[in-house]
Structure formats: structure tokens, C-alpha cells
């Protein structure tokens, strides 16, 4: 397993790739304001022709992720797509071409809360009242769940005995980056799968999620291995990205902060670094930055565009 290459900005990193994909809370803003070296990273990415795809959870649309941003600070055309979870299923859900959404149907039993219904409002889908009278089953990890898992056991077999299509979006953070917390939305998924039924798992790190984003980089004639996924957290973007075998990058000023706060010396981070190694299944980022920041100025020249 290589060793994680400590840079002191993505300039450092800069000539290796054409495609970059930037989780957004965490890395790009804290949910109020874009992080100060943001925007010139952005800028100076954007100066040498990259592709740059801002990846989030959110069940936010594209159109409506780009006004919150920009309400946070973060200037219109400083990065070329945007792509959620919110916009992947709204079109999934409407198209049903692809093979996680194919035969999905219109009408949705939700177990979930009012920020998914509004959405599935907003997608022109049915919610049913009844098992019986909906197409597909939607599980919501938008929405904090009630009850135990247990309370939804007998709507789960019968969704399996039907042979419902299950999906499940953008199960809650917590359950992946806790060791010993589960939220009920995974718990939930897991039961269906123990009772022998099939879930398709929407958002990050699941692949279904970073497949679309290789579709999106494929429109524009980038591959995986000339791509870098920027992000703050092991489980959702480190993790998600290096399953479809793209190179990573650690923020350790996001998610992972705590854990590297009383890391002074490169010894420190890399022992801090091989501890979240470990707790995520061997898992290594390529790179690690304090900060999405631009770093070290490079000099003028054309730009070395790495075979994929």
C-alpha cells in the first residue's frame, strides 16, 4: 500500500489530473460561508481547463445547490457541474433509464419525513398510503426515522415478497463514521437485505453515486484515472472514490479535524492518518491537504494532461 503524499496545496497536484471532484460541506463551506482560499483554488483550476464536479448528499437539485452556494459566497462559473443526490434521483426517478431506476414506477411507499416528501412532490411521484398500492419503496435517511426497526419489519417482508424495487438515499453520516453508532436508516437497510431482499443504496460512498459522476466525466472525455476526488471525510468521499479506483484527497480540516487537532509533526499526522487507515477497511487517500487551498504558485506552461 503506497504511502499518502503530504501537500501543502492542490497546485501540488494540479498537472496530474484533468477531472477534479470536490465534496462541498466540509471542504468548500461550513454550511454558511465558503472557506477562505476556496475561491482562488477554484480560480486557478478553473484558469487551466479543468473539469471541475462539486459532489454532495444533499437532496438539494443542481440549480438549487448553485444559489445556496452562491448565497455563501462563491462566485457563478467557478466550477463546470453540479451533481447530488437530490439531482440524480429526481432524474432517475423521472427517467428510469438506468439499471438502478429501471421499472421503478411513479408511485412510492416512503418510510421517511417531510423533507422527502416534498421532494417526491417535486418529482411528480405518487407517495401511497398502502403497500399494496405503491410501484417502489423508498427508504430516507433525509428525514430522522421514528420508532424501532422492528416497527417496520412486516412492511419490509411484504415489499420483499412483492418484489418491490427498495431504494435507499443518502443513508445518514453518523452510521458510517461512528464505530458503534447506527442510525436507523443502514439498520433499516440491512434488515432488508438479511430478510433476502435487494436495496440500491443512493449517494455517497456508494457506487451507484460515483458511476453517474463517471458518466458526467465521460460526457466530457475524462476518466477515472485522470481524476481526483477532494474530500473531508473517509467513509463517504475517500471511501466511495477508491472503490471505483479513482485517487483521493483528504481534507484533514474538515470532518477528520478532531482527530488531527494536536498533530504538529509530519510523524503525528501520519500516525493519526494510519489509525482512520485502519478503521476504514485499509482504505488510504493518495493525498493529504490541510485545506482546499491552492498552495505553492506554479509557472506558466501548457498543461500535462496524464494518460488515463
Known amino acids: ?46 484558469n487551466r481547463k479543468k473539469f471541475v464536479l462539486l459532489m454532495s448528499n444533499s437532496e438539494m437539485r443542481a440549480a438549487q445547490m448553485a444559489k445556496n452556494l452562491e448565497k455563501m459566497g462563491l462566485p457563478e462559473g467557478m466550477y463546470s457541474e453540479i451533481l447530488t ?3 440524480m434521483l429526481y432524474h432517475g426517478i423521472n427517467q428510469q433509464k438506468d439499471a438502478v431506476f429501471s ?21 411528480d411521484t405518487e407517495i401511497a398510503n398502502n403497500l399494496e398500492d405503491a410501484t417502489f419503496l423508498m427508504v430516507s435517511g433525509w428525514d430522522n426515522l421514528e420508532g424501532e426497526v422492528a416497527d417496520y419489519e412486516e412492511k419490509l417482508r411484504e415489499a420483499i415478497r412483492r418484489r418491490m424495487k427498495i431504494i435507499c438515499i443518502n443513508p445518514d453520516s453518523r452510521a458510517l463514521l461512528g464505530t458503534n453508532y447506527k442510525t436507523k436508516t443502514i439498520q433499516i ?21 460515483f458511476h453517474h459522476a463517471i458518466h458526467i466525466l465521460h460526457r466530457n472525455d475524462i476518466y477515472p484515472g485522470q481524476t481526483v476526488m477532494i474530500g473531508d471525510t473517509m467513509a463517504h468521499d475517500i471511501t466511495g472514490a477508491s472503490l471505483v ?18 498533530a504538529t509533526t509530519p510523524a503525528d499526522v501520519n500516525k493519526v492518518l494510519m489509525m482512520l487507515v485502519n478503521q476504514y477497511n485499509n482504505i ?17 506552461r501548457k498543461h500535462k494532461k496524464r494518460a488515463g
Open 103 to 123: 421499472g421503478l414506477g411513479k408511485s412510492c411507499y416512503l418510510i421517511g419525513g417531510e423533507r422527502t416528501r416534498t421532494f417526491l412532490e417535486q418529482a
Open 1 to 46: 500500500m503506497a504511502n499518502t503524499k503530504f501537500c501543502q496545496g492542490i497546485s501540488d497536484i494540479s498537472d496530474s489530473y484533468t477531472g477534479f471532484i470536490i465534496d462541498t460541506w466540509g471542504v468548500l463551506h461550513d454550511s454558511e460561508k465558503v472557506f477562505e482560499g476556496a475561491i482562488e483554488c477554484l480560480k486557478e483550476l478553473k
Open 245 to 262: 479506483n479513482m485517487d483521493t484527497c483528504l481534507v484533514r480540516s474538515g470532518m477528520h479535524a478532531p482527530v488531527f487537532k494536536n
Open 189 to 209: 437497510s440491512r434488515r432488508i437485505q438479511e430478510l433476502g431482499g435487494v436495496v440500491q443504496m443512493i449517494g455517497k460512498p456508494y457506487k451507484p453515486m
Open 284 to 300: 488510504r487517500p493518495t493525498y493529504l491537504v490541510d485545506r482546499l487551498k491552492w498552495g505553492k504558485a506554479l509557472p506558466d
Open 85 to 87: 443526490a437530490g439531482e
